[in-house]
């Protein structure tokens, strides 16, 4: 059996339940070495074969699935975060099925929610914003023209920017120019949950300095929006004057 499992932003407690038991049964382990914290391999028990999928290809991890697969052995690919948001997973899925190989996807707590956690901020404040933006900016791999983050920023709605922070200036170039102000505020958060972790604060203003002062080019969530720094009004769930399937309203 195949099963994708998301490990977590990190820290090693913040897997599943589920994808830590698959880990301790794995008879092989592909992880990706580059940002899954190699203390998930802890878990895993003696003899369990282990592959750091950093320095293969996508034919070279499909090849150690299908001999596991022909072993009938228990096989982790284990990704950071969750999978489905920038895991390259679709690519080999697709390939598991042409060999009529199955498999299971097991989610993770995604980079994005572990940095809005570490920062103590709620990204869907009433009357500020109901939508969270996950995007990137265009690197080697291209991005929608339509999806450019000048054009997303103009929504005004919360955003999560991924694999972004090393061109932190265009970043900010093109957020300006969406948001059309320079004071949204800004969170850059470094390593989310690992013990090295760094959390900048700014605004579309001074961010571009504070994270090169830092030093920070990589791993890196950008949040920004108003909900890390403003007001809000309260939700309707826990008002008091306010009648839901669960609760009468006080009189
Ligand atoms: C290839 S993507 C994988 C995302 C992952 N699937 C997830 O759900 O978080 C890698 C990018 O995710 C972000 N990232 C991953 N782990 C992070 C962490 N612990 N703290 C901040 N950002 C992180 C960074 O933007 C990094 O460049």
């Known amino acids: 059996m195949i099963s994708f499992v998301g490990a977590g932003p990190g820290n090693v407690d913040l897997i ?21 914290s190699k203390e998930h391999l802890n878990f895993c028990k003696e003899g369990c074969k ?3 999928s950093a320095s293969m290809t996508l034919e070279e991890v499909i090849e ?18 969750d999978p489905s948001i920038y895991g ?4 080999q899925m697709d390939l598991l ?24 901020k709620e990204f869907t404040l009433p009357d500020v914003s109901q939508t969270v933006i996950l995007t990137r900016i265009e690197g080697r791999t291209p ?14 709605a919360s955003m999560a920017i991924f694999l972004s922070v090393q061109d932190i200036g265009r970043v900010v170039e093109k957020l300006a120019r969406g948001y059309q102000r320079d004071d949204v505020p800004v969170a850059v958060v470094y390593k989310a949950t690992w013990e090295d972790e760094k959390i900048i604060i700014g605004t579309l203003c001074d961010i571009e300095e504070k994270v090169k ?13 108003d909900f890390i720094d403003g007001d809000y009004s309260r939700s309707k769930l826990y008002d008091p004057t306010f009648t839901h399937e669960y609760r009468r309203a006080s009189k």
Do not use: W
Not at 88 to 91: F, H, N, P, T
Not at 105 to 117: I, L, M, Q, R, Y
Not at 213 to 225: D, F, H, P, R, S
């Open 16 to 36: 599943t339940v589920k994808g830590r038991r698959l880990l301790e049964e794995a008879d092989v382990v592909i992880y990706a070495g580059s940002l899954v």
């Open 97 to 120: 099925d042409q060999e009529e190989i199955s498999y299971e996807v097991v989610p993770g707590v995604s980079s994005f929610t572990a940095a809005c956690s570490s920062i103590k």
């Open 50 to 52: 282990l592959h750091n």
């Open 88 to 91: 390259a997973i679709k690519e």
């Open 213 to 225: 002062k830092e030093g920070v080019n990589k791993m890196a969530q950008i949040l920004v929006g």
């Open 143 to 156: 991005v929608p023209e339509k999806e450019d983050l000048e054009k997303l920023a103009a929504h005004k």
């Open 64 to 81: 150690v699935m299908k001999a596991g697969e022909d072993e009938n052995l228990k096989v982790v690919r284990l990704h950071t975060g």
